[in-house]
């Protein structure tokens, strides 16, 4: 089916997308890779949007990609755990469109950036934080804590549509746009293959996922501290 809906839209973007206009060639230089890439590397605006990707990345997939076994440990029906996680994992679809609405209309990427990892640090704060253990444990109903999953990824759809069009304006030229692309989805990998295995071994300390809040607020904190250092490094590009 997958593979029928690539082929699809594959098609659909060939008959709808207008061809590029025609643009002068690059000189030798400019279009060699190790020149892209050692221009891309060399400039602030790269790194701190590959950041910002890996720090969203892990903590998404951390939360998200657990939650069937969270709630199979929760004693959720099966048949209820991938619902709820379906349920999810698509509000970051919903963040992603209003991300790139807000973006069309004039909002500031910075405060963008700065709104969905505030959010995500509240959500993932109000899903796990627990005091005391057991029947003496206090935590946030089962139904809210839901929503707060829900909130954090409806939030975080903000970030990579903010940082997919920040990685366009940051690129220290035309020619690097793709190398530009191509680091901030390496780190995104990056944080994806760091953070569950992390998430997993703090559960496996202390006996339930209690303090996976821990993890994603830490990668909040350094995604807002990004979200503050882009104001510097571009603010023509990220402010306004």
Known sequence: VLSLLSAAAA???AIVVPADRSRAVASAAEASWPARLNATLRSPGPWVVSLGFAVYSAQWMAVIGFL???YAAAGVPSRWSAVLTALAAAMNILGNVAGGRWLQGGAAPARLLGWGFG????GSLAAFAQWGQGADALALPPTLRYIAVCLFSLAGGMVPATLFMLAVRLA?????VSTTVGMMQQ?????QFIAPPLVAWIAH???GWQWTWTVTLACSVV???LAARLAVVAPRNTTA
Not at 119 to 122: E, H, Q, R, T, V
Not at 172 to 176: K, L, R, V
Not at 187 to 191: I, P, R
């Open 223 to 225: 995604g807002m501290a």
């Open 172 to 176: 220290p030229g035309a020619s690097t």
């Open 205 to 207: 300390r202390v006996g």
């Open 187 to 191: 780190a995104s990998a990056l944080g």
């Open 68 to 70: 069937p076994a969270i």
């Open 11 to 13: 098609l659909w973007v």
């Open 119 to 122: 959010a995500m640090a509240i």
